[in-house]
């Protein structure tokens, strides 16, 4: 066992000898960045810069041809994409709001004292492993206006479920719905840990003081929890302003255009052959996720050391 | 803990050696073998009946030429498909032969610059010529037709009809009187699918023949950026149609999430009376419905002038060898093609699978035990009544329209506002393609 | 006995009885469902009702979906498990390295590196570029291209994740090892990455569901029913399927078990090392 080792390490430190020249000995060596540097670079810098340019083509299979800023006019200009931007805004906030809300709510009750604890804890974290295509299409079929089980169920209680799906005015809050069904689960492990390190000694001072649970709550749990608080937030607002896959399994935008988002706009635009415009979708949605998630997060971030 | 790390280290290496190759296809055998064997790979959309005909074909065509195999691979339908068979030609790494559609969608695949020229070799003077001009690119001609022309009609319960004293619709109005006496008698006047999206656009794309009867020029305007479907009446009126419908609640209740299986039924129960769509889902309802391959009949989408109602009709897509394919496979693949466009290639796919409209072969029959849908379909072609759709006449068309009618059918927007934004729509793909005039 | 319990906090059972409900419903049903519908027959599934199948056909619709379009679904469990293993292994190595250098050595690239990995976190990749890049280099449509697409995604969240946990080691450790006369790499490979265990088993359980959830990139970056992944297996069967729900859902199945197996094994480790690393970072 140790001999391969040693050969291993020996051939790399022969092989990269011009790293080691510059800084007689770190320990730390800069090359280690490289592997990953290159590929990072490769796959995923160099394409995020090039988008810019050709954003700025009409690009199709084979050449492409400048035309200015002819792409975002026509995306600016066409309702169904302007659009498809709303969409994506309601879309990330709903379930970010959501998953924060019910998160918070979920991981009080799975830390406090209730039976069955480990049985809920897996079963909320449990759709978070599931593949979202796999969720996506079983909830299109619970969701079937006519022939799903819960519009059937509803019709036992005497209620008519609306077509989630088919319902113009429901179509993408059914979609967040869904996805905060699947989503939860991660928002809920978050704020555990967030609770669980909470250190006791104020939940006992808090019983000295004649706390009850609210008051917990509201003077312990909510500001200590709030670095967990800043995780969901900003993992949910980011997932939900790139969100596709699950809106693609259930209503491929539709219907007409009623649950597109930038991402299925981008998407459809590439099957159309509209590379350049496609591209300028990606170069909107670049924008528009940094526009709110940066200044989203060091505003969280600054109100964090400010207590 | 060294031991993990070696664990890790051999993982790595495993992987990276396995990812060499990817699974591809389980037992196959080698690409091309060394004694004068050639194999092609021959791909086609993964629909049941399509994948039926390709296997048909490659297995009488190797029982003629023994030293000549095929393999049939698939690829989705529908826009996945495009865009699969463009990267794939972009990319130089298309299969041997190829089955892809004619008309405005060959156009946008580069022809002059991804596909073979065909020549007498391939029998293609023996092509109708309504096919040939939907695969013919600066006067050469790319592809031979795999399976048979089909409408974009009306297929309509003949029992129901019957039952009612009903006839057969000539005009828009006349539709629509028989739609309220269906609707009174309580089965759903016209069914619609939306769960499929792209079978909500035969109302627009089906009544192209009676815009065409209106205006024989449109289509060439059109290309030109001259004709606009918000601004021309005849044009318009098929987004009308749509809104129509739904404004006077005509539809099935489930419109917005049945799919295609489940409106062949209602229609074959009898549950709806007329359904828009291709005449090609024949095939579907017959196979799945048994016994109803006389009970459904078929007419041309009413316009206004009922002297003029013409059947709008859709070519055959192709079959093509892109560039990729030379020297030993290009003459294999070229005796395919020969063999797909002469009546032997027509037997073969009947075989496999019942004709759902006349073939574009000269010589070739779909014989008489044709459902009595493929009937009215020939007759209106036997008198001149019929005319191609405008995807085959004008390489414009637009990505979006699927869903564009999804909306005005489902009441979302209004007849108008469905046309212009599909005039918007179309005006990407002009200039993607780069015609003079956008 | 009733002594000791009335000791301890009392559990609210009124609570807990609403809370293990409300959770069957919103989540034991939707399974349930699932399962049921795998192993009914093509009629009855085709109902999409809620009911008990009158016919047990678990095997019958097994074989029927293994076998369907020449076997494609084994072809995407290879495929899959090809990726994630590759991706993941890949990721978490190159990941490593960087969170510990980055960790370890204040020098003028920190603020670029931590810049590009929050960029990585944030910035959604622009696709069309991705397979221009990947046409370039020769390796679009491959496997190899797939998988480095995944490493250069999946990058950032390790790199995250380490850095947190690299930052819980004590530099003495280092120290120690350096006067033994350790070089880097023997530094890194034999003293830093065996402490790594926890956060290296998160990483790998999180990223690897991860990859072999994904459906975005192959889609994009390796289309093609011959290179088909288990997600696009369930897409294209959801076309193909539209009338048979029975091996629809018998594929939903199937392709759920490897991540289900992945968190029974992993459970508490995952809990963990995603608290310690998502709360830190």
Redesign the interface.
């Known amino acids: 066992m140790a001999t391969t080792t040693v050969t291993r390490s020996a051939e790399t430190r022969s092989s990269a000898p011009s790293a080691g020249r510059v800084r007689a000995k770190s320990p730390y060596p800069t090359w280690f960045y490289l592997p990953a540097a290159v590929i990072y670079g490769v796959l995923f810098i160099v394409p995020t810069l090039i988008a810019f340019y050709f954003s700025l083509t009409r690009w199709s299979i084979f050449d492409s041809k400048f035309i200015g800023f002819g792409n975002y006019v026509t995306f600016f200009k066409e309702p169904a994409l302007v659009t498809s931007l709303w969409h994506t805004l309601i879309y990330a906030v709903v379930t970010s709001g959501l998953k924060v809300v019910l998160g918070l709510l979920l991981a009080v009750l799975l830390t406090s004292q209730i039976v069955a604890r480990g049985y809920l804890r897996s079963v909320v974290f449990f759709p978070v492993l599931v593949s979202t295509i796999g969720v996506g299409l079983t909830f299109t079929v619970l969701m079937n206006p006519e022939k799903g089980l819960i519009n059937q169920s509803l019709s036992v209680i005497g209620i008519q479920g609306p077509g989630w799906l088919t319902d113009p005015s429901y179509a993408l809050l059914s979609v967040a719905l869904v996805d905060v069904w699947k989503g939860v689960g991660l928002a809920t492990l978050i704020y555990i840990a967030g609770i669980v390190s909470i250190p006791q000694e104020y939940f006992e001072a808090a019983r000295v003081d004649g706390a009850g649970a609210w008051d917990n709550f509201r003077h312990i749990v909510l500001p200590l929890a709030r670095p967990a608080t800043v995780t969901v937030i900003t993992l949910s607002l980011i997932g939900g302003l790139r969100s596709f896959d699950l809106i693609w399994a259930m209503t491929r935008g539709g219907p007409g255009f009623t649950s597109d988002v930038i991402a299925s706009v981008i998407y459809k635009q590439y099957q159309a052959g509209f590379y350049g415009l496609s591209t300028a979708g990606n170069v909107v949605l670049f924008v528009v996720v940094t526009a709110i998630v940066l200044p989203l997060s060091r505003f969280l971030n600054r109100k964090e050391v400010e207590l | ?6 664990a ?2 051999l ?2 290496a495993g ?2 050696a ?9 037992g196959s055998s080698d690409d091309s073998g060394g004694d004068g064997k050639v194999s092609l790979s021959f791909l086609v959309d ?1 629909a ?1 009946e399509t994948v039926k005909i390709g296997n048909q074909l490659a297995k009488d065509f190797t029982a003629k030429n023994p030293n000549i195999t095929i393999k049939v ?5 529908g ?2 498909g ?3 068979v ?6 130089g ?1 298309m299969s041997d032969v190829f089955m892809y559609n004619s008309g405005s969608l060959f156009q ?3 022809p002059e ?1 991804n596909l073979v020229p065909l020549d007498e070799g391939q029998n293609i003077g023996s092509l109708d010529k309504n096919f040939t001009t939907t695969v013919t690119a600066n006067s050469k001609v790319y592809g031979v037709p795999w399976g048979g022309f089909m409408a974009g009609a009306i297929l309509y319960n003949k029992d129901v009809y019957s039952k009612l004293g009903l006839s057969v619709p000539k005009t828009w109005d006349e539709f629509m009187a028989n739609n309220a006496k269906i609707k009174a008698s309580g089965v759903d006047p016209v069914i619609q699918s ?1 769960g ?2 792209w079978t909500s656009q035969l109302f627009v794309l089906g009544d192209f023949a009676n815009v065409l009867s209106a205006d024989p020029q449109f289509a060439d305007k059109y290309t030109a950026n001259q004709a606009k479907y918000a601004t021309t009446p005849a044009a318009l009126a098929g987004f009308q149609h749509l809104q129509q419908v739904h404004d006077l609640k005509y539809e099935n ?2 419109f ?2 049945a ?3 489940d409106a062949l039924r209602y229609l074959a129960q009898g549950k709806g009376a007329n359904y828009p769509i291709l005449s090609a889902t024949l095939s579907e309802l017959i196979s ?1 419905n048994p016994g109803s391959e006389n009970k459904i009949g078929l007419f041309a989408i009413p316009g206004s002038d009922g002297s003029k109602n013409n059947l709008t009709v859709w070519a055959p897509a192709g079959v093509y060898i892109p560039t990729t394919t030379t020297g030993a496979k290009l003459d294999a693949a070229k005796k395919f093609l020969a063999y797909i466009a002469s009546p032997d290639g027509c037997t073969s796919q009947t075989t496999a699978s019942q004709p759902t409209g006349p073939y574009a072969v000269k010589g070739c029959s779909v014989g008489d035990s044709v459902p009595q849908a493929v009937k009215d379909m020939q007759t209106y072609i036997d008198n001149g009544a019929s005319s191609l759709a405008l995807e085959f006449l004008s390489p414009v068309k637009g ?2 329209l699927e ?2 009618c ?2 005005v059918g ?1 009441g ?2 209004k007849a108008d506002a469905g046309a212009k ?1 599909y005039d ?2 179309v005006k ?2 002009a ?2 393609l ?1 015609l003079s005039g956008w | 006995m009733t002594v000791l319990q009335s000791r301890r906090p009392r559990k609210n059972l009124l609570l807990s009885f609403v809370a293990i409900v409300l959770s069957v419903i919103v989540f034991l049903v939707p399974f349930a469902f699932v399962l049921l519908t795998a192993i009914k027959d093509q009629q009855q599934a085709s109902l999409l009702d809620f009911s008990w199948p009158h016919q047990f056909r678990l095997v019958q619709n097994f074989i029927d979906v293994v076998q369907a379009r020449d076997y494609m679904l084994i072809i995407a469990f290879i495929n899959s498990t090809i990726l994630t293993v590759a991706s993941v292994t890949l990721m978490v190595v190159f990941g490593a390295m960087v969170a510990f250098v980055l960790q370890r050595r204040k020098s003028r690239w920190n603020g670029l590196v931590n810049a590009l990995v929050l960029a990585g976190l944030i910035i959604p990749p622009a696709v069309v570029p991705t397979i221009w890049v990947l046409q370039k280099i020769g390796l679009f449509r491959t496997m190899p291209g797939l998988i480095l697409v995944e490493v250069a995604f999946g990058l950032a969240f390790v790199i995250l994740l380490f850095r947190a946990f690299i930052g819980t080691i004590p530099r003495e450790l280092d120290e120690a090892a350096i006067i033994d006369g350790a070089g880097p790499m023997r530094l890194f490979f034999r003293v830093i990455l065996p402490l790594l265990k926890p956060v290296i088993i998160t990483s790998v359980v999180v990223q690897s569901v991860f990859v072999f959830n994904d459906f975005t990139n192959p889609l994009y970056f390796l289309p093609g029913d011959q290179n088909a992944t288990v997600q696009l297996t369930l897409y294209n069967f959801s076309s193909q399927y539209s009338t048979q729900y029975n091996l629809l859902f018998m594929n939903i199945l199937l392709i759920t078990i490897p991540p289900l197996i992945m968190y029974l094994f992993f459970n508490r480790q995952i809990v963990a090392g995603m608290t310690a690393g998502a709360i830190k970072g």
């Open positions: 803990m060294r031991k993990r790390h070696i890790i280290a993982l790595a992987s990276m396995l990812t060499a190759c990817s699974a591809g296809s389980l993964n049941a691979e698939t690829r989705p339908a826009t996945d495009d865009n699969l463009k990267t794939r030609l972009s990319t790494d946008a695949i580069a610059k939306y499929e999206t209740k489930d917005a999430s799919k295609l299986p799945e990505p979006a869903q564009i999804v909306e489902s979302i927007s934004h918007e729509d990407k793909q200039q993607q780069g």
